[in-house]
């Protein structure tokens, strides 16, 4: 057996190999001008707009990913990888109750994962230090779009992302097999988040209809800042904790779409 098992590699790389080609399918929509209609940014703000370039998102994106991937592998050796109740077991006599068993540990991390998101990013923006230290790097990317989604500080990205991801691997209590199937979800989850394009038909925009790409599209603009940090699944504490920020989506003069702000805060 070598130092990584099979299941500790598919936990660990598939969503990076999600990242990319889900990313990598919005980009090559966009070179098609295929979602044009529905885009939240216009191409040239991408240009003017965003103070990092796109060399530098997929080097600041793979910098996290290494860092994540290691991290993922120590937390499975510390746990033997013998969590249980996963979808590896949906196939059992019992295989309805592991189903339940699996969703409910699903839901779990999905409570978790929002949790510790909802104030770790909050911290980032609360904290002017780490703010300006850490958390500025996401935010040069105003006119968001899908491969800057995980565009963060190393710090940035282990504190609220890994952290987060390990914290809802741990308290669920799912399989290997199970958290990789978590971690894809959530990765494409934010993805759509930072896509900056609102499809009508997007099956994830009509799943999560609060919490979508126009929602964090506010927390990027220069007036919702301290407004929306949910993510990746709910605004459950935006709403209870005075965070939430409204808004309308509207066309944009000269094609697409764009968000604005609202006076609606609860």
Known sequence: ?????GEEL?????????YWVYSGMYEALGISKALDRYRLHSRRDEVTKNMASKKDVVKGVLLQQAIQAAISVAVLKLTGSEQ???IDEVNSPSSAASFLETAARFGVAMFVLDAWQYFMHRLMHS???????????HHRVVAPYAFAAQYNHPVDGVLTETLSGAAA?????????????????ATVKGIDDHC???????PLHALFR????????????????RRNFSQPFFVVWDRLLGTYAGYT???????GLHVKITKDHV
């Open 169 to 185: 691997f741990l308290v669920s209590g799912m399989s290997p097999r199970a958290a990789a199937a978590f971690f894809v979800f």
């Open 249 to 255: 989506v509207e066309e944009r003069q000269g094609g």
């Open 127 to 137: 904290s002017r230090y780490m703010y300006r230290r850490f958390h500025s790097w």
């Open 10 to 18: 598919v936990v660990t790389l598939a969503p990076v190999a999600a």
């Open 210 to 225: 609060d919490n979508n790409t126009a929602y964090h599209d506010v927390h990027h603009q220069l007036g919702g800042g």
């Open 1 to 5: 057996m070598g130092f990584i098992s």
């Open 84 to 86: 249980g109740g996963g």
């Open 196 to 202: 900056g394009v609102l499809a009508p038909w997007n």
